[in-house]
């Protein structure tokens, strides 16, 4: 489809450099690589020129994704000294460029952040700063003289702070305005202050305004201090980390940037999550006929040892086990949910030892009610949105959440806390007339997530008119890139604006 007669934001065809760590199909940990999948594909469908630069990482199928070498070698400047590395190229979707910067030394690993034991590489800083010179020296060797610099999460964050020290005066990107989008203020990117001399942000800017925090060098808040705009990825949880609960010490950062800094609703891709064209679930539906669902519930059952039943409800967990998802807090009463309710559960995820070994235990501990996978697998991912009944995130903080939407499309309801993401996408049951599309509790206990699960259960067993109700009011929903996507290119305006006063 051509969405370039859609594009009401103005006629201009803008050329965006987006930076990333991971990137679906090629390498993902989380919901950024499904961000990346899909916005690139997006916008170049609007009519815009992108392109995607990320590392070429040891686990990439180099092969299956048709990696061809772009650049044999490429030297990068970094403050204290020259490094080289090589760059590939290959097509996403046959359509968006992605380049891979090839370092065997920062990247020819087969983990994105951290080695099998969890423990994050020591020389995280060097790589994302490497990664994000390399490309903007990648834009400044191809004249790629994109109007949008656009970076994701800390790794890529310093991409904001290059262009106004470093390339103010370039030919190429002298005039690039850039955009930071924080997906997960968790997570920084904070290293000891001697990096500055490798990073070449000069001293001079290591002070508590710009790139300083406690001593240390802070990427986020330097991205944040230096982008022409910033955003997050609901609108919720632009408010809540405009507070010092949500923030994780950078809300006066954020509250300084003022209307520069917005929520943005990420949109998922249903090429890959419907229900009705899903080529890796048992059987396909849709809300005008959902016989498979029926059959995709039964073949998890099968698959995951539970008691083959079509009446007891599954509730299903796909996570990283990270303290952000909850699941430390479900874990303190789902023994209790499931002694005390008819309800299966169907958990994947890993992360955490110590809930990986709970999880794992729980399934041998409860047979044919509980079914644990400890690993990463999308096809269970696919199965489990398809087969299950309900689906829950009890997440302390999500800032947007994909697996909640997801759940909406596959007729599988929601159970959320009313946080960020959750609290835009979900909406609340109403038992009295049975309106809403999913279940959402605030307070953060094992209380209050026994009762939303019991309250969940006992409108599966008692008000069954209900749940078809909600479901086939969550399949409706649509939150496809293309709005959200317009809302982007409304900020990238915004940047370019901005930038432009400041020349
Ligand atoms: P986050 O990025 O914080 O992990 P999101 O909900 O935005 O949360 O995205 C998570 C993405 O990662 C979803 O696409 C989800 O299906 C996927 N995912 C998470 N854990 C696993 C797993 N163990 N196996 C397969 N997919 C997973
Ligand atoms: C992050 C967040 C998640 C969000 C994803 C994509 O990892 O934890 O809530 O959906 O990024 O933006």
Known sequence: MNYADLDSSGPQRLRIAMIASECVPFAKTGGLADVMGSLPKTLKAMGHDVLVVMPKYGCIDVVKHNLHRFYSQMGVWMGDREEWCAVDTT????????????????????????????????????????????????CHDTRFDADIVHAHDWQTALAAAYLKVWHWNDAVLGKAASVLTIHNIGYQGVYPAEHINYLGLQWGNFTPEKLEDHGNINFLKGGIVYADLVNTVSPTYAEETRTPEFAHGLAPYLNDKGADY????????????????????????????????????????RRFGLD???????????????????????????????????????????????????????????????????????????????????????SRYEPC???????????????????????????????????????????????????????????????????????????????SWEESARAYLRAYRQAIENKQQLT
Not at 102 to 129: V, W
Not at 274 to 301: F, N
């Open 91 to 138: 097509r996403m979707d046959g359509d968006v460029p992605v380049y891979f910067i090839e370092s065997l030394k920062f990247f020819g690993r087969s983990g994105l952040y951290h080695d099998a034991e969890l423990n994050d590489y020591p020389d995280n800083a060097q790589r994302f700063a490497f990664l994000t010179r390399a490309a903007l020296q990648l």
């Open 262 to 301: 917005l929520g943005i609703l990420n949109g998922i891709d249903y090429t890959e999550w419907d229900p009705a064209t899903d080529p890796l679930i048992p059987a396909r539906y849709s809300r005008h006929d959902m016989r498979g669902k029926a059959i995709c519930k039964e073949a998890l059952q």
């Open 308 to 394: 083959i039943d079509p009446e007891v409800p599954i509730v299903g967990v796909i996570s990283r086990f990270a303290e952000q998802k909850g699941l430390d807090i479900l874990a303190a009463c789902i023994e209790e949910i499931i002694t005390d309710m008819p309800v299966q559960f169907v958990i994947l995820g890993s992360g955490d030892l110590t809930l990986e070994d709970f999880y794992g235990d729980l399934a041998w501990s409860y047979p044919g009610q509980v079914g644990t996978f400890i690993g990463y697998s999308n096809e269970l991912a696919h199965w489990i949105e398809a087969g299950s009944d309900f689906f829950i995130m009890p």
């Open 401 to 479: 959440g994909l697996n909640q939407i997801y759940s909406l499309r596959y007729g599988t309801l929601p159970i959320v806390r009313n946080t960020g993401g959750l609290a835009d996408t979900v909406e609340q049951y109403d038992e009295r007339v049975g309106s809403g599309t999913g279940f959402k509790f605030t307070t953060l206990s094992p209380r209050a997530i026994y009762y939303v699960v019991g309250w969940a259960v006992s409108t599966w067993y008692d008000r069954r008119s209900h749940i078809g109700k909600m479901r086939r009011k969550g399949m409706i929903q649509d939150f």
